[in-house]
């Protein structure tokens, strides 16, 4: 269907080292003190690399992803804090809208998440999310759609992660997502970002992250590479 350049990134280590795994053979190229992995799969290129944590880092990943190794689809994999009872550790949840928890100019009447010329959400690509749709029901799994917030903190308390629930009706939260929606939006490239829950939010969450990084990321890493073969097909 599309042969377009792939990037898959995570913010770090464990959730994009699943995928280097199954790919195998891959150029390593270091750029802007980062290092990009680059592999043809199935006839196609991709472009693979880890942030580090937070808005900033994932800024110039995926902004250095499109603009200098040409991506055209970025896919994003990772864990994430679930504020939805719903969600329980290893569950998928599909980014529909992302938003910026930690983004506060209130103090001039306008809405948490907000700067002028901005948005409050940033939408992901409509079409990725119904391709995900085939893709769990091909793996028998169910995957929740939902709005996730990202800031600049891990949320290990109770008290910020319902505000962050009812201000930005969010079912789970991170640290990237929302910064990786703003560039893709800007620079017109189609998004999908999937997480699989590692931890609550609340203040077992250092200690279930700690447990559940490395099985969860592994559940949104298989996951993710099912939707480039949905994409490539
Ligand atoms: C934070 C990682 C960052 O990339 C965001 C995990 C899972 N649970 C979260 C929560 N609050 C915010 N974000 C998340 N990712 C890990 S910091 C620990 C690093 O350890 C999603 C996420 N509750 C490094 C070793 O010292």
């Known amino acids: 269907m599309s042969n377009k350049k792939i990037a898959i990134m995570g913010a770090m280590p464990e959730e994009i080292a699943p995928i280097l795994e199954k790919l195998g053979t891959y150029k390593t190229t270091q750029y802007a003190n980062n290092k990009y992995y680059e592999a043809s799969y199935k006839g196609v290129d991709l472009v693979i690399a880890y942030s580090k944590i937070g808005k900033v880092f994932s800024t110039l990943t995926a902004t250095t992803m499109i603009e200098h190794f040409g991506a055209e689809i970025l896919l994003f994999s990772g864990v994430a804090g679930a504020i939805s009872s719903t969600l329980k550790v290893g569950d998928l949840i599909v980014a529909t809208q992302l938003s910026q928890h930690d983004l506060d100019i209130t103090a001039f009447g306008h809405p948490f998440g907000y700067v002028p010329e901005g948005a409050v959400f940033i939408e992901a690509d409509k079409k990725m999310i119904e391709l995900s749709k085939e893709v769990a029901t091909s793996m028998g799994k169910s995957v929740k759609e939902g709005i996730i917030a990202t800031g600049d903190q891990f949320v290990a308390n109770e008290e ?41 939010a609340d203040m077992d969450a250092s200690f279930s992250f700690d447990e559940f990084l490395e099985t969860s990321a592994i559940e949104s890493a298989e996951f993710v590479m099912k939707m480039v073969d949905k994409i490539i097909e």
């Open 160 to 200: 910020r992660k319902n505000w962050i629930g009812s201000t930005f009706d969010a079912d789970a939260l991170e640290m990237e997502g929302a910064s990786v929606a703003v560039v893709c939006d800007a620079l017109d490239v189609p998004f999908f970002i999937l997480r699989a829950i590692s931890d609550a």
